[in-house]
């Protein structure tokens, strides 16, 4: 019996705890149970200081899972296994600082994010009723969601010092507390002005702050109401395909490409740290670009 594998009998209490837990509180199944066993095993063997492992160590044991020639599905569950098992640890073992807190599995092919057509986009705004201050400021959210690209996260927590309608832009904060300067574009102009002016000020109220968007009740505007917001509007267009708020920014992304705009200049409306983040976008409009061609060439038929 190896050192390894006395560390995992050593922490097999805690394993069937967490198992326990996986099954009450996420329904799983057995063949997912066992695949969690399998994966938390592998890592007692593999990782020096189970269950207390250095950051870094588990970062090596994910190469070396590549390295071995596993499909990156595979190496990411295994991370998904680590990742879940020592949340538990430190909610309810009181395990001080999750060692996975920043453990990334590999990418895998990514999916073309879902994106709507410039007419689709504009029959969504349009479905929008305005007649009360809840549908001026849905109009104005989505003119902003799609106008600038903006995360939903960065809508709800949009400030109104960060918003300049006199200049036209707006400043969120994204991912890892980065800000930066996104232009508007005169329709998100004309809404958020509409809103911030007439019908925010009705909507307001003690808890307020300097929240842009606001509930009904005056509270900040959560996420959970960006998604109602834009699903309620999409059916309102009949837009019968998957729309949610992430759909007007790749929307942004794409059309912006399409007309003709610079990788790094979307790169940096995005908020992308990363520019092979912003790459996939370059697919869509290639997979658009092979549909022209199919279509409308005499050699691209067939």
């Known amino acids: 019996m190896s050192g390894s594998e006395t560390g995992f009998e050593a922490a097999e209490e805690q394993v069937d705890r967490f198992l326990q837990v996986m099954v009450l509180e996420r329904g799983l199944s057995p063949n997912t149970v066992s695949a969690y066993m399998t994966d938390l095993r592998q890592a007692f063997e593999e990782i020096p200081g189970m269950p207390g492992p250095d950051p870094g160590d588990l970062s090596e044991w994910v190469m070396g899972l ?10 990411r569950r295994k991370v998904s296994s680590l990742k879940a098992f020592f949340r538990f640890m430190t909610d309810e073992e009181g395990m001080t600082g999750d060692p996975c807190r920043y453990l990334r599995g590999p990418r895998l092919n990514a999916d073309l994010p879902d994106h709507l057509a410039v007419s689709e986009v504009e029959s969504l705004l349009e479905a929008v009723p305005t007649a009360t201050p809840l549908g001026v400021r849905n ?9 600038s690209g903006l995360r939903e996260s960065e809508l709800v927590t949009l400030t109104l ?31 958020m002005r509409r809103y911030v002016f007439e019908a925010r000020p009705s909507l307001a109220g003690r808890g307020s702050g300097r929240i842009v968007l606001l509930s009904r009740t005056g509270r ?17 267009a009949g837009l019968l395909n998957r729309v949610h708020p992430h759909t007007l920014r790749h929307s942004f992304a794409t059309h912006l490409l399409a007309g003709g705009a610079d990788l790094r200049v979307v790169q940096e409306l995005l908020g992308h740290a990363d520019i092979r983040t912003t790459e996939i976008y370059t697919s869509i409009d290639r997979t658009r670009l092979s549909a022209v061609v199919e279509k409308c060439h005499p050699r691209g038929r067939g």
């Open 66 to 75: 590549s390295m071995k020639g596993m499909t990156p599905r595979t190496v």
């Open 139 to 147: 109009r104005a959210l989505l003119e902003l969601a799609y106008g």
């Open 161 to 191: 010092d960060r918003l300049n309608l006199e200049e036209g832009f707006v400043r969120p904060v994204g991912k890892g507390s980065r800000e930066r300067l996104v232009p508007m574009g005169e329709p998100s102009v004309d809404w």
């Open 220 to 236: 900040p505007l959560s996420r959970m109401t960006v998604w109602s917001v834009v699903k309620t509007s999409a059916m309102a």
